[in-house]
């Protein structure tokens, strides 16, 4: 199932990748393959902008504005003036899993 | 005496999954089973039904599965129970991903767990599995840097487990795929019922009010028998937006969840509508209010399930927010206003 087209904030500059394959390891979207040493983006509008790609990332290559992809959160984050987030409300709460 | 004492005191300790103690060189750790109990079958039936799923952890530890040596693999799990559950009995998950996002799941975390179990002393190689979708919070490159760990990102479902290690610890495409199976998204729709049950009262108390009003006070039969085909509809809109639309999902046209539900509304209102008389059928008023507000309704209750899928990013919502909340607002403004006209004509006041 693939979601709406060309929203992505993912970048890639390809001049930067080192060929590690984290990226292509990482993504459970499928939206990187190794080809040539290198990464390539099969397709841009399955990323879901989870950010694993970034993350793992160690020459700066990628970049993603990470978030969820939840109107809840969303909505919530938007009346509270803070970064959408999902879960427990109360981060302290030692029980949070 | 004292003795029972502390014995009492361990057991009571002790959750349930433990079946014994193993020692290594680094002290005794809890040996688990691979069987879940019938303890295990309802905390994961009730993880899906209500608030409990948000408060279900596990001890962070290190847990013994099965006879493990030195050589043994370590695979990484979250705290939540239901994927510590599904990772035990596959040795014979979603949730560390939330867990991830949220940051509990961390690189930094991992480490300290790493530290506190003394990994390094109890396993005489140097690689860890962790699972792929917790790579959202833990940068592999760090880890190895700070304990000389190799962070091995394992497949995306603990049932892989197997054969991922077999194949020397490289995945299929298949295996490093999420996919949303009807079966899943089935599973993930009371969560979607009830947070939009626990809103209905405040709708159906609302309904009841507006029909009930008369110009000589609130009259209960009016109420009803104005009222009812109103809460019919919403409990329509509430099955649309909440169950029709994540199970029928990729059936549905149209990527944006907004208009899936939408679509699907209108679907609904059209088989419920024929079971109502002449007191909405025939006022074009309430029929016009009707259909922009239940529609809109439904579709609202669906963009909510973009917070269960695992295909949707936050720049998508927020485009289907930015142009979805006015539209619904507007919406069920103009069909309030059809529902005033039409009480005002009700009282014989036009």
Request: proline share 5%; aromatic share 10%; charged share 15%.
């Amino acid at each position: 199932m693939k979601y709406l087209l060309h929203v992505t904030t993912l970048q890639y500059s390809s001049d930067k990748c080192a060929g590690c394959g984290r990226c292509a390891e990482v993504c459970p979207r499928g939206v990187f393959e190794m080809r040539d040493k290198r990464a390539m983006i099969m397709d841009r509008d399955l990323c879901m902008e989870c950010g694993a790609c970034a993350k793992n990332c160690d020459f700066s290559a990628l970049s993603v504005k990470a978030g969820v992809g939840c109107a809840a959160a969303i909505i919530t984050g938007l009346l509270t003036g803070s970064e959408p987030t999902c879960g427990c409300g109360d981060r302290a709460a030692s029980n949070c899993c | 005496m004292r003795a029972a004492q502390t014995l009492k005191f361990i057991k009571k300790e002790v959750p349930p999954y433990v079946s014994g103690t193993m020692s290594t060189t680094a002290g005794s750790v809890f040996r688990i089973s691979s069987d879940w109990s019938r303890a295990d079958y309802w905390g994961a039936i009730k993880s899906r039904l209500g608030a409990f799923r948000m408060n279900y952890p596990v001890s962070p530890g290190l847990y013994a599965a099965g006879e493990p040596t030195m050589g043994s693999d370590v695979v990484v799990s979250a705290n939540y129970k239901l994927s510590f559950d599904i990772l035990r009995r596959e040795l014979k998950g979603l949730n560390v991903w939330c867990a991830a996002g949220k940051g509990t799941f961390s690189t930094d975390e991992l480490i300290s767990r790493m530290s506190a179990t003394k990994l390094g002393e109890v396993v005489d190689h140097r690689r860890i599995i962790v699972p792929q979708l917790g790579a959202v919070g833990v940068n592999a490159a760090e880890v190895q840097k700070r304990t000389g760990f190799r962070v091995f990102f394992g497949p995306v479902l603990a049932k892989d487990l197997p054969s991922y290690i077999e194949a020397g610890y490289t995945k299929t495409k298949e295996m490093s795929t999420i996919r949303f199976p009807m079966m899943e998204r089935i599973i993930l729709t009371p969560m979607e019922i009830n947070p939009a049950m626990k809103k209905f009262p405040w709708f159906a108390c609302g309904v009841l009010f507006v029909f009930g009003l008369q110009p000589s006070g609130i009259l209960f039969k009016s109420a009803l028998s104005g009222g009812m085909p109103f809460l019919a509809l919403g409990l329509t809109s509430v099955l649309a937006g909440a169950f029709l639309t994540p199970v029928l999902l990729p059936f549905v046209p149209f990527r944006s969840f907004a208009v899936k539900g939408w679509i699907i509304g209108v679907l609904s209102m059209l088989a419920v509508m024929p079971l109502f008389g002449p007191s909405v059928q025939g006022e074009i008023l309430l029929l016009v209010a009707s259909w922009l507000f239940f529609p809109a309704m439904s579709s609202y209750i669906a963009l909510q399930f973009t917070g269960s899928t695992n295909f949707t990013g936050m720049s998508g919502v927020k485009k289907e927010l930015k142009i979805g909340i006015p539209l619904y607002v507007s919406l069920a403004g103009i069909s309030l206003v059809f529902l005033m006209v039409y009480k005002i004509r009700e009282w014989g006041m036009l």
